[in-house]
């Protein structure tokens, strides 16, 4: 039985004088944070590093893969910020009362019916022929949606489920079973 497990991981703090913006890099309490995941994590057998092309994420992933000296990273659009949102003949699937807000969600951000997420579900929950352990460097809406894919939950139900700075979510894939959320959120090593 082949097992793929996927570390989700937000990245660390933003520098605040940034203004969130995509080239904004991490704080100093950000590579803090980020160092303390790598210690947390150099015992685990990674396949690879994939991160988001964000400037924040990037640097979260270098300093992660200090501790991960033999694990290859790269950039990967798959865990690209966005955010899903539903298009015109999908918004009766979400409450009334979130649609507001993501009428909002700027256009490079926007991911019409998550098409973009689902690709990356069905990208990384696969399972192969060895079990397999990848590290993903993303942020929270993505984290959000991975969990709420494993759940089973509503297509809206990746809002409120919100991931610390450099926090650990797990999900995992077993060839025989339904995918399984085995941690949410750990902020053990922080």
């Given at each position: 039985?082949?097992?793929?497990?996927?570390?989700?991981?937000?990245?660390?703090?933003?520098?605040?004088?940034s203004?969130?913006?995509?080239?904004?890099?991490?704080?100093?309490?950000?590579?803090?944070?980020?160092?303390?995941?790598?210690?947390?994590?150099?015992?685990?057998?990674?396949?690879?590093?994939?991160?988001?092309?964000?400037?924040?994420?990037?640097?979260?992933?270098?300093?992660?893969?200090?501790?991960?000296?033999?694990?290859?990273?790269?950039?990967?659009?798959?865990?690209?910020?966005?955010?899903?949102?539903?298009?015109?003949?999908?918004?009766?699937?979400?409450?009334?009362?979130?649609?507001?807000?993501?009428?909002?969600?700027?256009?490079?951000?926007?991911?019409?019916?998550?098409?973009?997420?689902r690709?990356?579900?069905?990208?990384?929950?696969?399972?192969?022929?060895q079990?397999?352990?990848?590290?993903?460097?993303?942020?929270?809406?993505?984290?959000?949606?991975?969990?709420?894919?494993?759940?089973?939950?509503?297509?809206?139900?990746?809002?409120?489920l919100?991931?610390?700075?450099?926090?650990?979510?797990?999900?995992?894939?077993?060839?025989?079973?339904?995918?399984?959320?085995?941690?949410?959120?750990?902020?053990?090593?922080?």
């Amino acid at each position: 039985m082949a097992r793929t497990k996927l570390y989700l991981v937000r990245h660390g703090e933003q520098d605040q004088t940034s203004d969130h913006a995509s080239a904004g890099g991490l704080s100093p309490l950000g590579r803090e944070q980020a160092d303390q995941l790598g210690r947390r994590l150099r015992t685990v057998p990674f396949s690879a590093i994939h991160h988001s092309p964000v400037t924040r994420a990037a640097q979260t992933a270098d300093i992660v893969g200090g501790h991960l000296a033999q694990v290859p990273r790269h950039a990967c659009d798959f865990v690209a910020d966005r955010t899903p949102v539903p298009s015109i003949s999908q918004r009766g699937r979400y409450p009334d009362r979130l649609l507001s807000w993501l009428d909002g969600v700027p256009t490079d951000e926007r991911d019409e019916d998550a098409v973009a997420l689902r690709a990356a579900v069905e990208h990384f929950g696969v399972t192969g022929e060895q079990d397999r352990n990848e590290l993903l460097i993303t942020h929270n809406f993505v984290i959000g949606w991975f969990v709420r894919h494993v759940l089973d939950a509503p297509e809206w139900r990746w809002m409120g489920l919100n991931q610390g700075n450099c926090a650990i979510t797990v999900v995992q894939w077993d060839s025989d079973r339904p995918p399984t959320l085995v941690s949410f959120n750990d902020t053990g090593h922080l």
